[in-house]
């Protein structure tokens, strides 16, 4: 079983950039699909940014798709979300996952991490 550990989250001015990191913990990591999730109260988890096993495909929510990057190192068993460019409205708790191609594709993980805080102020 995968263990996921997120990093690097805080509070950055509009405009910004943060770099949140996700360590995971465990066998197999190279065999999963990883994602990053992200969530505001009161509103479901919305999968923004996801890669491949081997990371030969990534796919982005349309909102963040010209400023974030998603990318992993399985030597290290690391993912990594490079954020830029951010705006108030990408404030929320951010979540990594990891899970099986298909769980992912449709908006689901088998585990998650237990989240950090991202805090864009204008």
């Known amino acids: 079983q995968v263990q996921l550990v997120e990093s690097g989250g805080g509070l950055v001015q509009a405009g910004g950039s943060l770099r949140l990191s996700c360590a995971a913990s465990?066998?197999?990591?190279?065999?999963?699909?990883l994602a990053w999730f992200r969530q505001t109260p009161g509103t479901d988890r919305v999968k923004i940014a996801a890669i491949s096993a081997n990371g030969g495909r990534k796919w982005f929510l349309g909102s963040v798709k010209d400023r974030f990057v998603i990318s992993r190192d399985n030597a290290k068993n690391m993912v990594y979300l490079q954020m830029n460019s951010l705006k108030p409205e990408d404030t929320a708790t951010y979540y990594c996952?990891?899970?099986?191609?298909?769980?992912?594709?449709?908006?689901?993980?088998?585990?998650w991490g237990r989240g950090i805080q991202v805090t864009v102020s204008s």
């Open positions: 465990g066998r197999n990591f190279r065999d999963w699909a």
């Open positions: 996952a990891a899970g099986r191609l298909s769980t992912i594709v449709g908006g689901n993980a088998d585990v």
